[in-house]
């Protein structure tokens, strides 16, 4: 069965860091752009980083980059997002996913469970 179960998040002060995992069941990483995803109350889902295939090399948003970072660990078929230096416009569920495209949900097949991550200020 092909599942994507995620982990890590919370709540965290301005500033803070906390990493987000996502083991991978089923289907591997090969042949996949393995992204992540946010949505805030109220909001639509967007794009926050991907591992694109078949390149490998990480994309992220404007709004995260030099501060969230995109790595997997193929051996474990674990993505994670490390997420540094967070802000309270970051507040969201978080979601990983896995599919063909990189910055729409909609090429994404499979996704997490959510988790949510809470920034105070």
Same mark, same amino acid.
């Given at each position: 069965?092909?599942?994507?179960?995620? #982990?890590?998040?919370?709540?965290?002060?301005?500033?803070?860091?906390? $990493?987000?995992?996502?083991?991978? #069941?089923?289907?591997? *990483?090969?042949?996949?752009?393995?992204?992540? *995803?946010?949505?805030?109350?109220? /909001? @639509? $889902? =967007? *794009?926050?980083?991907?591992?694109?295939?078949?390149?490998? $090399?990480?994309?992220? &948003?404007? !709004?995260?980059?030099?501060?969230?970072?995109? !790595?997997?660990? @193929? &051996? /474990?078929? %674990?993505? +994670?997002?490390?997420?540094? !230096?967070?802000?309270? =416009?970051? %507040?969201?569920? +978080?979601?990983? &996913?896995?599919?063909?495209?990189? =910055?729409?949900?909609?090429? +994404?097949?499979?996704?997490?469970?959510? %988790?949510?991550?809470?920034?105070?200020?």
């Amino acid at each position: 069965q092909d599942k994507l179960v995620q #982990s890590g998040g919370g709540l965290v002060q301005a500033g803070g860091s906390l $990493r987000l995992s996502c083991a991978a #069941s089923g289907r591997t *990483f090969s042949h996949y752009t393995m992204g992540w *995803f946010r949505q805030a109350l109220g /909001k @639509e $889902r =967007e *794009f926050v980083a991907a591992i694109r295939w078949p390149d490998g $090399r990480p994309q992220y &948003a404007d !709004s995260v980059k030099g501060r969230f970072t995109v !790595s997997k660990d @193929e &051996a /474990k078929n %674990t993505l +994670y997002l490390q997420m540094n !230096s967070l802000k309270p =416009e970051d %507040t969201a569920v +978080y979601y990983c &996913a896995r599919g063909v495209g990189v =910055e729409i949900p909609q090429a +994404y097949d499979d996704w997490g469970q959510g %988790t949510q991550v809470t920034v105070s200020s």
